[in-house]
C-alpha cells in the first residue's frame, strides 16, 4: 500500500493482505483494533489535514492524550505529505507559545480541556486551524474524521522529505527542532524490527507516551513494520503491566518502569513467558539491571538513542547484555569517540565525545542553520554531546552528558531554562541547576539558589514562583539554598562539584 509515500509504505507494507489481523488492543476494555480499521481511520484523519488546508510540509502540531486517534492523527500527517509535531502534554502555554511561533504550524490540535487556553496562543501565532482531540474519542476532529471517507490516496513523499519535527532544547534554552525524515525514521525501524527479532506473532506493551521518539517513533513504528500487535495503554501503570505480561511478548520502557515493577509481587512469575524488556531513555541503574535479571531470569536489553538520532546502539538480543553499557552500534551505524577540543578519534577506552552516522540521523534543526553546521559535520557525523567510551569488546558505555543535559523518567530537562525562571525570582542573585541520581526516574532535577545580601529565599518560595511555568517533569524535586557557588579560576560554576556533593540527595 501506500507505495509513492515513503514511510507509509514502509509501516504498511507487513500488514498488507492482513487487514483482519489485529494491531491494537485498547486498555482497559481490551477492544481490538484491526490493521484496517488502523489504517482506514488513518485515511480518514488525512483527509481532515487536507480539508484543513495542509499542503506538503506543513506542520501539523499536537498536544493531546494518547488515544488510538493520536496515532491514527500521526500516521494520517503522514500519509498527507504533513510534518508531524507532537508536544509533550504536560507542557504549559507558555511554552507551547514557543513552538508554535517557530514551527508555524497550519494545524494545532489540542485536548477540548485545554482550548480556552491555548487558542489564543495559536491565534497569535497564526495558526490557520485549531482543532480538538481528547479521551474518550471526543472533539472536533473526531467529529470530522467520522465525517470523512476511507480511500484517501496518500500524499507521495520521498526518502528526503521530513516526516516529522521533535524540538530538543539547547543549554541556551532556546528549544531545536529536529527534522526528521522519510528515510530516516524508515531505516531505524527497520533495523530494531530485525536486530530485536520482532515479527507479527509479537505482543508488545505500549505504555510509554507517544510525543516522543521512544513511544512514537520506536514502539510504534517497530511493530507497524512487524505486523505485530500493541497492547496500548494511556499510561503506565505498574500493576496493569504486571497483568498484561501474560498475553505478550515485549515490553519497552524507562528505568523507572522497571524499578516499579521490581516491587510488586509476582513478577518472576508474571514475567516467564516474556521474550524481551528493552530500557532506555535514560540511564539504567547497574542495581536494577541485576536485579531485575535475578527475579525474572531476563536481562533487560538497554540501548541508546536521542531525538535528533532516533537508536544508535543497542546491546545484543543475542549475547552479553552487559550493565553499564548500551551495547554495540547497530547495523549501518558508525559510532566513534572523539577528543572534545581536536575532533580526533580516540583510542578504545578513552573518553570523550560521542559522535554518530547514519541514515538515521537527522536533517538539521528547523531554522537553525548555524546551529546545524556546529552540531552535524560535513561528513555526515553528528555530534551528540554526551561523553562515553569503547570497550576493548566494542560496547559503548555513557560516561556523562555534555551541555548539563538532565534526563528524568526518560525526559529531556536543560538547566538554562530553569535557572533563567529562577534568576528572576525576586530575591535571587543566581542558580544552578543540575541532575542527580534518582533510584526511579534515573536522574532528579536539584536546583541550587544564591539569594541577594540580606534577601530571605527558601525551598517554597522559588517552587512556588516557577511551578506555573514549567512542566512536571521539569521542576526541581529539592531546592537547596547556599551562600555562593563554587566556581574555577574563569569564573566559570563548577556544576561537577554540585553534582558531587548531593549525589546523595534524593537516593
Known sequence: MYRQNYLAHAISSASDGRGDATFLIRDPDGEKVTYAAFWAGAERMAAVLVAAGVQPGDRVAVQADKTVAMLELYVGCVLAGGVFLPLNTAYTPTEVTYFLEDAKPRVFVCDPGTL????????????AKVLTLGAGDIGTLIEAQAGAEAGFVAVARGVDDL??????????????????????LASNSETLRDYWRFTDKDVLIHALPIFHTHGLFVAT???????????????????????YMSQATALMGVPTFYTRLLELEGLGEAARGMRL?????????????????????????????????NMN????????????????????????ICDPTTG?????????????????VFAGYWQMPEKTAEELREDGFFITGDLGQIDDDGYVAIVGRGKDLIITGGFNVYPKEIEGLIDD??????????????????????????PKK??????????????????????????????????????????????DDYAALLT
Open 344 to 360: 580526533q578519534t580516540l583510542a578504545p577506552g578513552e573518553i570523550g565525545v560521542i559522535e554518530v552516522r547514519g541514515p538515521n
Open 277 to 309: 524488556f528493552v530500557s532506555g531513555s535514560a540511564p539504567l541503574l547497574a542495581e536494577t539491571h541485576d536485579r531485575w535479571r535475578a527475579t525474572t531470569g531476563h536481562a533487560i536489553l538497554e540501548r541508546y538513542g536521542m531525538t535528533e538520532t
Open 163 to 184: 516526516a516529522a519535527i521533535l524540538y530538543t532544547s539547547g543549554t541556551t534554552g532556546r528549544s531545536k527542532g529536529a527534522m526528521l525524515t522519510h528515510g530516516g
Open 116 to 127: 480556552e487556553g491555548l487558542a489564543p496562543v495559536a491565534e497569535a501565532a497564526g495558526v
Open 454 to 499: 540580606g534577601a530571605l529565599v527558601t525551598s517554597e518560595t522559588v517552587m512556588s514562583g516557577i511551578c506555573d511555568s514549567l512542566a512536571k517533569f521539569k521542576q526541581p524535586k529539592q531546592v537547596v539554598v547556599v551562600a555562593e557557588l563554587p566556581r574555577n579560576t574563569m569564573g566559570k560554576v563548577q556544576k561537577n562539584l554540585l553534582r
Open 425 to 450: 525570582l525576586p530575591g535571587v542573585l543566581e542558580s544552578a541547576v543540575i541532575g542527580v541520581p534518582h533510584a526511579d526516574f534515573g536522574e532528579g532535577v536539584v536546583a541550587v539558589v544564591v
Open 313 to 336: 546502539t543497542s546491546n545484543p538480543y543475542d549475547g552479553d547484555r552487559r550493565a553499564g553499557t548500551v551495547g554495540f552500534p547497530l547495523p549501518g551505524v558508525e559510532v566513534k
Open 221 to 243: 513504528n517497530v511493530t507497524l513494520m512487524a505486523g505485530g500487535s500493541c497492547i496500548f495503554m494511556s499510561s503506565f501503570n505498574a500493576q496493569d503491566v504486571l497483568g
